[in-house]
Every structure is written in C-alpha cells, then in structure tokens.
C-alpha cells in the first residue's frame, strides 16, 4: 500500500486506511484496531529511523558541496573548529604564537607554553587574540 504522500507499503495485514479529505493529507485510523495500531506504530518508527539517515546523508552532502565552493574539505573545516574549541566551551583569548594549536581561555590554569613565556619575559598581551 502507498499513502498519499508517497509512504511506502505497510504491513499486508494491515486494511487499506482512507484517505481524509482536507487541507491536510491524513490517514484515518479511527477504525483501525489496537494490533493495527501496533503494527502501524512499528512501521512508522521504522520510517522515521529511515528518514533520518537519510537527512543525515543529504545534510553531508550539503556541507561537503559548501565546503568544496570554498576550496576546504569537511574533513579539514571539522579539524578547524576542534582545534580551536576548549574544554570548557569558551573561546580562547590567547593563543601560541608559533603554534596556533596551543590555546588557552585566560580560564584555570595557565599552559605551560604560557607559563614559560611569561617568565622569559614576555606579557600576557603579547598572546592575546
């Protein structure tokens, strides 16, 4: 069976629903019984997991297409954004200047890297973003 929206069939046990008529497409299961509410249940389920992946799949894609138009990969934007991202949430507001990596939120304890410097004489401006 094919609903009005282009389901897929359903369980063969299951009656042909009516269609209601109106503004919205809608199956009528008012007459159906509590295992065909089961049933029904189960396949919608099975349905919504199935449409999900496939969001998940066009949404990839999507990203994959914008990422290409800018001349990056996914893979390298997903690296981009990690790296920069702390623990805590919190934007870094210093960071290494040789070693982009090495960040630090101006939250808890200093890093080492800016620890040294410091005491090499350097000021905590010097690393600011």
């Not at 920069?84 to 870094?92: E, K, R, V, Y």
Request: cysteine-free.
């Amino acid at each position: 069976m094919v609903f009005a929206d282009g389901w897929r069939s359903l369980s063969m046990s299951l009656p042909k629903l009516p269609i209601r008529k109106g503004r919205h497409k809608m199956v009528d299961i008012s007459n159906l019984s509590r295992e065909e509410l089961e049933e029904l249940k189960v396949e919608i389920d099975k349905r919504m997991v199935e449409l999900e992946k496939e969001q998940k799949v066009a949404a990839l894609a999507e990203m994959r297409e914008i990422a290409k138009r800018h001349g990056v990969s996914l893979e390298e934007m997903i690296q981009m954004a990690s790296s920069n991202a702390s623990p805590t949430g919190q934007l870094p507001k210093y960071r290494h200047p040789e070693n982009a990596k090495h960040t630090w939120t101006g939250r808890g304890r200093k890093p080492k890297w800016l620890v040294e410097a410091l005491e090499a004489g350097a000021s905590l401006e010097d690393f600011a973003i």
